[in-house]
């Protein structure tokens, strides 16, 4: 999942810059292109990053939960092919659905989060009573 959403910000920053998105954002009659059109690219390429390497992926997949919602029930479902339709949507349920294993399974063992946390366990200290129960 983040592969492809480090690619997909890659091409809307190289289409336009990170103000060109704003134009396809306002055709699709999207409220706030303003806001949106630099948002999007940005939370694909930094959240993207960030599942990647399993740093708060939990927290930025329930943004794309938002997003690929919203991308294929709201955008694409009403719109006749090659914009909309099945075909054209079919990418935002999978990413959708990917969103939510995310948020309901987290990032996994490998996740640099995960890695991080177990050494900062490792390395505090075993409160009194805690050590004298495992020893005796």
Known sequence: ??????????????????????????QFGFPVPQLFGPFVPCLELIGGLLILF?????WVALLFICEFAINA??????RPAP???????RIDLMMLAAAVMLVLAGPGALALEDVILKRRD??????????R???Q
């Open 133 to 135: 129960a495992q020893y």
């Open 54 to 58: 399993g740093l708060g992926a939990r």
């Open 1 to 26: 999942m983040g592969v492809i959403l480090v690619v997909a910000a890659f091409e809307k920053l190289s289409a336009g810059g990170l103000f060109g998105f704003t134009g396809a954002v306002t």
């Open 83 to 89: 914009f909309g339709g099945w075909d054209s949507m």
């Open 73 to 78: 029930f709201v955008l694409k479902a009403p």
């Open 122 to 131: 490792a390395a505090a200290p075993m409160p009194a009573a805690q050590y």
